[in-house]
């Protein structure tokens, strides 16, 4: 067997929140003016970090949009969404959830950003929720948990439209893993699910909440559809 090929630490940041009310009182002008900031500084930045955008009005009680970004810097993504918050409409987002995971990519001719555009927010629906795996899935050898993860993945070959992936949170967040399942069908989605939940994997599972559906749209048709 040959040697590992490279990889590069690519940090993701999933941040939800909600728009606060104070922003629907204003006047018709002002609210233009705020959207517009803010869209100016996410286009500032857009050629430097993968963003994708996603409404959740409606589907969870508690929050309006998810901002999913990804970058190689850590700091430089945590920058950004800092700025999310000072920032036009911004000023009015009250953060819900936020949770950070690291995705090893591998090194190819491809510049990071095009292989992040080309591999992950392809899809329109987005199911999101933390992993925490208990105590006894660590004790397992390698090859246990690798058959485990076989039977899993063999249940996801059955649906093509259909893309997870697993962004690792050790010693960086609270979770072990945050898991993504893109899908261009909500009923491919729903089904899925729903047989991932037989697996035996789910044995070695604590939490798996909360979970969030979010569809993708772009950024000034969810902040038109909020205001």
Same mark, same amino acid.
């Given at each position: 067997?040959?040697?590992?090929?490279?990889?590069?630490?690519?940090?993701?940041?999933?941040?939800?929140?909600?728009?606060?009310?104070?922003?629907?009182?204003?006047?018709?002008?002002?609210?233009?003016?705020?959207?517009?900031?803010?869209?100016?500084?996410?286009?500032?930045?857009?050629?430097?970090?993968?963003?994708?955008?996603?409404?959740?009005?409606?589907?969870?009680?508690?929050?309006?949009?998810?901002?999913?970004?990804?970058?190689?810097?850590?700091?430089?993504?945590?920058?950004?969404? *800092?700025?999310?918050? *000072?920032?036009?409409?911004?000023?009015?987002?009250?953060?819900?959830?936020?949770?950070?995971?690291?995705?090893?990519?591998?090194?190819? *001719?491809?510049?990071?950003?095009?292989?992040?555009?080309?591999?992950?927010?392809?899809?329109?629906?987005?199911?999101?929720?933390?992993?925490?795996?208990?105590?006894?899935?660590?004790?397992?050898?390698?090859?246990?948990?690798?058959?485990?993860?076989?039977?899993?993945?063999?249940?996801?070959?059955?649906?093509?439209?259909?893309?997870?992936?697993?962004?690792?949170?050790?010693?960086?967040?609270?979770?072990?893993?945050?898991?993504?399942?893109?899908?261009?069908?909500?009923?491919?989605?729903?089904?899925?699910?729903?047989?991932?939940?037989?697996?035996?994997?789910?044995?070695?599972?604590?939490?798996?909440?909360?979970?969030?559906?979010?569809?993708?749209?772009?950024?000034?048709?969810?902040?038109?559809?909020?205001?």
């Amino acid at each position: 067997m040959g040697p590992d090929k490279p990889q590069t630490d690519i940090y993701s940041s999933f941040l939800f929140v909600r728009l606060k009310t104070e922003f629907r009182l204003l006047v018709s002008n002002e609210k233009i003016a705020e959207k517009q900031e803010f869209e100016n500084m996410i286009g500032n930045c857009q050629e430097k970090i993968f963003l994708r955008t996603y409404f959740l009005t409606g589907l969870k009680s508690n929050c309006d949009i998810l901002f999913w970004r990804m970058s190689e810097d850590l700091q430089f993504l945590q920058e950004i969404c *800092s700025r999310s918050f *000072s920032s036009g409409i911004g000023k009015y987002f009250e953060p819900v959830n936020s949770y950070i995971g690291m995705y090893k990519a591998p090194e190819s *001719s491809q510049d990071q950003f095009s292989y992040l555009q080309n591999n992950f927010g392809i899809y329109k629906y987005l199911l999101i929720h933390p992993l925490i795996k208990n105590h006894t899935w660590y004790e397992m050898t390698h090859e246990e948990r690798e058959t485990l993860m076989a039977e899993r993945t063999k249940v996801l070959a059955k649906y093509t439209d259909i893309k997870e992936n697993f962004f690792y949170s050790y010693g960086i967040d609270d979770q072990d893993i945050v898991v993504t399942r893109e899908a261009k069908n909500i009923n491919q989605l729903i089904e899925a699910t729903k047989e991932l939940r037989k697996q035996r994997i789910k044995n070695f599972t604590t939490s798996d909440r909360p979970v969030y559906l979010a569809i993708g749209r772009d950024l000034r048709d969810i902040l038109d559809g909020l205001s």
